[in-house]
């Protein structure tokens, strides 16, 4: 939690003096199911967010309806480019405006080389009157061309894995996808295949 605030300062400090080299930016989107880590959130679910960043610091916050009330998420850290390596670092906070779910706090951590990149996200989750849970998602994504696989899963309190294979492309400054994911029964109590669609479009604040 401390770690996911102090990122956010540095990043909001750092944007503050650096207002004329940033870039805003907004989103909406839409997709047939919303699935989050191989796991199944809300049916047809609507999403919009706005993001901002300069010099490799960002800090952005996203919304998705999930039928009860709204999933309401806050992020940033810092990501950077060395040749075929690229890295990042920072940290999310995961809200629900209703009682879908409870809080979700992460550290991120992210390195990428060529094609392959690893993200690993260390996190805690309130679980509403019951004890805090500690876990660690990883994901693992081989991506080429607009085509991605993606091995993924969880470890401590948390446990399961997934496969997601998927295809996005831009026409028209839309951005269009659809993916297959296979999650097992370890992560949401049964087997479960899916094929979701989703749409959206970016836009550039300036």
Do not use: C
């Not at 199911?33 to 901002?52: H, K, P, V």
């Not at 309130?126 to 500690?134: A, W």
């Not at 496969?163 to 492309?169: A, D, K, P, V």
């Amino acid at each position: 939690m401390k770690t996911f605030f102090k990122t956010s300062l540095v990043a909001t400090l750092l944007a503050l003096s650096g207002m004329a080299q940033a870039d805003f930016s907004a989103n909406l989107g839409f997709a047939s199911e919303y699935y989050y880590r191989g796991i199944f959130q809300e049916s047809t679910s609507a999403s919009g967010g706005l993001d901002f960043e300069t010099g490799g610091f960002y800090l952005g916050t996203w919304a998705a309806d999930v039928g009860d009330g709204l999933e309401v998420d806050l992020y940033g850290g810092f990501g950077g480019e060395a040749g075929d390596f690229s890295y990042s670092i920072g940290g999310t906070l995961y809200h629900y405006t209703g009682d879908f779910d409870d809080t979700y706090k992460e550290v991120n951590l992210g390195a990428g080389f060529g094609l392959v990149s690893l993200d690993v996200a260390v996190g805690k989750y309130d679980n509403f009157d019951g004890p805090t849970l500690d876990y660690t998602y990883y994901a693992l994504t081989v991506e080429k061309s607009g085509f991605y696989g993606k091995y993924a899963g969880f470890s401590q309190d948390f446990d399961g894995e997934y496969i997601e294979l998927g295809y996005g492309t831009t026409v028209s400054d839309i951005d269009l996808g659809v993916n297959l994911i296979f999650s097992n029964e370890d992560l949401i109590g049964e087997n479960d295949e899916a094929i979701v669609f989703t749409i959206g479009k970016s836009f550039d604040i300036q």
